[in-house]
């Protein structure tokens, strides 16, 4: 149990552009995802905590309106990166948990997501 | 959150024992100790957290000293495949992990 898949696992684009990364919990129902983001031989960064139904909250520092998050169903998170550049090029990691009482009550992880902007 | 404090690597011989060390001296009341690895490229993977006393699961066990300014994760027979940056991790009540630089454990052959 507690898997959380992430799509697409890989994915390079041209600068400008924008990008949607899918999370998802497969077998339990996440009432709060998390979306990081990882630097090459850094430690993982919070950008932004979401609750399912409600807006998002950003670490400081992360632009929202760059870094859309959309949190609407129980099993479903998307990360959108707007307007790409290559400093935004790094490794994208969502978790999930279930509610307080529910059985994956912590972060489970997905497998990440690896951008390269162009 | 409480701050951690982690060696930034360790060897470990194969099939020995890996006692990993994680200081927590500002640690609260009501913040549990979490330990995540994260093996190169992959997304972390959760392996052991507790509150106050001692844990063990099928993957670790996680000692806890008693004033709770200090903890251990210990791998008992260590595997090429425990190779891995981990994470140790106070968290608080919100549930939000803050994350440290992590040891880097190579496990020799």
């Known amino acids: 149990g507690a898997v959380v898949s992430q799509h697409p696992s890989r994915v390079i684009c041209k600068s400008g552009t924008s990008v949607k990364i899918e999370c998802r919990s497969l077998d339990f129902q996440a009432t709060t995802m998390f979306w990081y983001r990882q630097f090459p031989k850094q430690s993982l960064m919070l950008m932004a905590t979401?609750?399912?139904?409600?807006?998002?909250?950003?670490e400081q520092g992360v632009e929202k309106d760059k870094f859309l998050i959309n949190h609407a169903s129980l099993t479903l998170s998307t990360l959108t990166v707007t307007s790409a550049h290559p400093e935004d090029s790094s490794f994208y990691i969502c978790?999930?948990?279930?509610?307080?009482?529910?059985?994956?009550?912590?972060?489970?992880f997905g497998p990440g997501t690896r951008l390269t902007v162009l | 959150d409480a701050k951690t404090t982690q060696p930034p690597s360790m060897d470990c011989a194969e099939g020995r024992a890996a006692n990993l060390p994680c200081n927590h001296s500002?640690?609260?009341?009501?913040?549990?100790v979490y330990w995540y690895r994260q093996i190169h490229s992959q997304g972390p993977q959760y392996i052991i957290h507790?509150?106050?006393?001692?844990e063990t699961n099928e993957m670790a066990s996680l000692i806890i000293t008693e004033d709770r300014k200090s903890s251990t994760l210990i791998l008992p027979h260590a595997t090429l495949r425990d190779t891995a940056v981990y994470y140790c991790?106070?968290?608080?009540?919100?549930?939000?992990?803050?994350w440290g630089a992590g040891t880097k454990l190579i496990i020799k052959p």
């Open positions: 979401s609750n399912e139904g409600s807006k998002a909250t950003y």
């Open positions: 991790i106070v968290r608080g009540g919100n549930y939000q992990l803050i």
């Open positions: 978790s999930a948990r279930d509610n307080p009482g529910g059985p994956y009550n912590e972060q489970f």
């Open positions: 507790g509150l106050k006393n001692n």
């Open positions: 500002t640690i609260s009341g009501n913040e549990y």
